[in-house]
């Protein structure tokens, strides 16, 4: 019975995917060759390994973007996620391959076949996820987890576990301070899952050997030097392995590409945004009269201090007691104008003069106001850390993170970005920036008390 409900576990969980991919694939081989093939057959004849080779290129390109943006992980991610995902990615892949079979036909091509091809197929994706989220819920139902923490609240982690009911249930919470041999007797007895947070390494070290040798699933929130190690290199002194870390920094072909896409595409986005920058520097001046862009002193690789170049989405005064405070998620200050260009992120698009002046990146820890930093490395002198790479217009903590993410939690983020570097990274990050536009609580405030409580519990490391 075990080995039949194994089984179809795995049949959900490979060929579901599988199976969206070739229904889209159908619909476009559809337009393709009732549509497109008939006006490049004018100008070039294909036969059946030429077809296939456009099917195949339209099937790559799509399991690429999916996979990127997470089109593919209906059951794992929300539904609403999922669905943003596969629209993405047709998007994406539909305008790719439209300039391609143009390219074939040596002029353009009809615009109307692809669009209803898409509306089509984004039909067919929202139908699809619907199905496969509901089989996912059926088969794999939630895991039960026993919350291990120390002192820190576990409001926050219980908040996040309780957003996705479909995937998680929080059975119960126990504190280190009942014992390791009491928690370890609840997790043989109830041969739950369990979730390590926030406890002391020791302890913790020791309920990881336990859990993995007893076959109990673990989840546990990284601490600083968790997250420096798995960025190290791996070596072998004779028969001993060794983990090597060492003072980051990149090498001349690293930094030569990064550059060079910083550049790049800057100049592309400055020139296709350029309408954009027009009407919002209109509608910020018509609004109070006030001045179009806000310059801000922030700190970029190695502390240096820049004026960073905003659209100015608050109040002229909003600062008038000279005191520096992110935004809250109410916050009065920000003008409506304002309100609308944070929403969809227009106030960033000046930051292009920042990445061609070099003093930002496209991919990068955020900049900080110096007196931010000031107050997190009053309580987090691990902070300082993010610093040692160029600031960047989006990062690994904007992509995965919130903007009223814990700055603890940002930085762990960070550093993961750090430790993991390469241009892979830089390109794929960017690609699921264009997401994160479109997800509105990527653009929320902090909540009240978050700048103070930046780390509580975590200094047994």
């Keep these: 019975m075990n080995n039949k409900t194994d089984s179809i576990k795995k049949v959900t969980a490979l060929e579901m995917p599988l199976l969206g991919i070739l229904m889209q694939v159908g619909l476009y081989a559809i337009l393709w060759f009732n549509s497109y093939y008939p006006l490049v057959r004018l100008k070039l004849k294909f036969y059946i390994k030429g077809h296939l080779l456009v099917l195949i290129i339209y099937f790559v390109l799509l399991v690429f973007f999916m996979a990127t943006y997470g089109g593919l992980r209906a059951g794992y991610m929300k539904r609403l996620d999922v669905v943003l995902s596969q629209i993405f990615s047709l998007l994406l892949v539909n305008i790719i391959s439209y300039f391609q079979d ?3 036909r040596n002029w353009t091509l009809p615009v109307i076949p692809i669009l209803l091809c898409t509306l089509a197929q984004t039909g067919i994706g929202i139908a699809w996820v619907i199905f496969s989220d ?4 059926r088969v794999f139902p939630p895991a039960d987890l026993l919350l291990v923490h120390g002192d820190r609240p576990t409001d926050e982690i219980r908040g996040k576990f309780a957003s996705r009911p479909d995937r998680y249930h929080v059975r119960e919470d126990i504190s280190i301070h009942e014992g390791l041999d009491r928690i370890k007797e609840k997790l043989l007895l109830e041969r739950t899952a369990v979730v390590l947070w926030d406890i002391p390494v020791q302890e913790r070290n ?4 336990f859990c993995y040798s007893n076959g109990i699933r673990m989840y546990m929130m990284p601490k600083i030097p968790d997250v420096l190690i798995k960025g190290s290199q791996q070596l072998h002194l004779f028969d001993t392995p060794l983990y090597m870390t060492r003072e980051y920094a ?15 595409c800057a100049l592309i986005l400055l020139i296709l945004t350029s309408p954009f920058f027009l009407i919002t520097a209109i509608l910020v001046k018509a609004y109070d009269g006030g001045p179009v862009f806000y310059r801000q ?5 190695g502390q240096k201090e820049f004026k960073i170049i905003k659209f100015r989405s608050m109040r002229v005064d909003a600062e008038r007691d000279g005191v520096a405070r992110l ?4 916050d009065t200050r920000i003008t409506p104008i304002g309100r609308f260009i944070r929403k969809v992120r227009i106030d960033e698009l000046p930051q292009l003069v920042n990445i061609l002046k070099g003093e930002m990146s496209f991919v990068g820890p955020r900049p900080e106001r110096p ?6 490395v009053e309580e987090m002198p691990e902070f300082v850390y993010r610093m040692k790479v160029k600031a960047g217009l989006a990062g690994y903590a904007q992509v995965y993170g919130k903007y009223n993410t814990t700055p603890y939690d940002k930085l762990k983020l960070d550093l993961t970005y750090i430790q993991n570097y390469s241009v892979w990274l830089d390109l794929k990050l960017m690609l699921l920036t264009l997401k994160i536009l ?4 990527a653009t929320e405030g902090v909540e009240e008390g978050q700048t103070t409580a930046l780390r509580q519990g975590e200094k047994d490391e």
């Design 327 to 330: 935004a809250s998620e109410h």
């Design 297 to 301: 002193t922030r700190c970029t690789i």
């Design 102 to 104: 143009s390219l074939l």
């Design 134 to 137: 509901a089989v996912y819920k």
């Design 206 to 209: 020791d309920l990881m050997k």
């Design 438 to 441: 479109f997800t509105p609580d």
């Design 371 to 376: 007196e931010i930093i000031a107050q997190y």
């Design 250 to 264: 990149l090498t001349f072909n690293q930094r030569l590409a990064k550059r060079s896409i910083d550049v790049i």
